[in-house]
C-alpha cells in the first residue's frame, strides 16, 4: 500500500503510538486516585447522545511531570514549552533488570538538549497486568545526577515514575527536574527499536497543575 504523505515519514515510517490506554481498572500508583470513566448520557438508556464523566489522578497511565510536581513554586505543566516534547528522540535500551545507572548512561554518550526515551525491562511486562507491580526498573540517584549534569531536555520512562518504589524516588525527581529536565512516566516501549525517532508528546493544558496525562507517539527518522 502507498504511504500516506500526510501521516506517514519521508520514507513511509508509520506513527507508534507509545501511550497507554486509560480505562477502568488500569494501574495506578499505590495512594493515588484510580482511573475511572463512566456514560453520565447514554444512548442505549434513551439519550440523543452518549456522554462520558472522567475522575482521575493527574499522573495515570502516560503522563508529564513538571517542576512543580517536586518544586515549590516551579513551573507547572502548562507551561512547558512546545517544543521540549516534540522533535528528535533518541530510544536508549536499557539492560539492567533493576536500575538506570550511571555505567549504562556512559555507554549511552548523552548530548545536550537531546530527548531521551529509556527503554526497559518494564515495557515486555509491566502493562500486561492492571496490577502494580513494586520491582520496576527505575532510575537511581547517582544516573539521575549523570543526567542532569548531562543537559539532556526531557526524558522518558517506561513505568510510573522516574524512581523506584519505597524511598529514594522523591530524590531522583528532584534532580532531575531542578536540572530543568522534563519528564514523560508511563510510556510503553515495547517493540520500539532502539534509535533516532520524531517524539510527538503533549500534556493536557491543565492550568497550574503539577503534571497532565499525555499521548504519546514516534515515528522513525
Ligand atoms: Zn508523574
Do not use: Q
Not at 82 to 90: K, M, Q, S
Not at 207 to 212: K, T, V, Y
Amino acid at each position: 500500500m502507498p504511504a500516506c504523505p500526510r501521516c506517514d515519514g519521508p520514507t513511509g515510517e508509520k506513527w507508534i503510538d507509545i501511550s497507554v490506554p486509560l480505562r477502568n481498572g488500569m494501574v495506578h500508583w499505590p495512594g493515588d486516585p484510580r482511573f475511572e470513566i463512566h456514560r453520565v448520557k447514554d444512548m442505549e438508556g434513551g439519550d440523543s447522545a452518549n456522554l462520558s464523566s472522567i475522575a482521575m489522578g493527574a499522573h495515570s497511565g502516560t503522563h508529564v511531570d513538571a517542576p512543580l510536581h517536586f518544586i515549590r513554586g516551579g513551573a507547572s505543566v502548562d507551561a512547558m514549552p512546545l517544543d521540549v516534547a516534540t522533535g528528535r528522540a533518541r530510544v536508549v535500551a536499557i539492560l539492567d533488570n533493576a536500575r538506570i545507572t550511571p555505567e549504562e548512561l556512559r555507554e549511552t554518550a548523552l548530548r545536550r538538549e537531546e530527548r531521551i526515551l529509556f527503554k526497559t525491562a518494564n515495557s515486555g511486562r509491566v502493562w500486561k497486568t492492571d496490577s502494580f507491580l513494586e520491582d520496576f526498573v527505575s532510575i537511581s540517584t547517582e544516573a539521575a545526577e549523570v543526567l542532569a549534569r548531562s543537559g539532556v531536555r526531557l526524558i522518558g520512562v517506561d513505568y510510573l515514575s522516574v524512581g523506584g518504589f519505597g524511598g529514594g524516588g522523591s530524590d531522583v525527581h528532584r534532580v532531575l527536574l531542578e536540572a530543568g529536565i522534563w519528564i514523560v512516566e508511563g510510556l510503553n516501549l515495547r517493540g520500539v527499536e532502539p534509535g533516532e525517532y520524531e517524539l510527538v508528546c503533549l500534556p493536557l493544558r491543565l492550568e497550574g497543575a503539577e503534571g497532565a496525562p499525555a499521548r504519546a507517539i514516534l515515528r522513525p527518522v
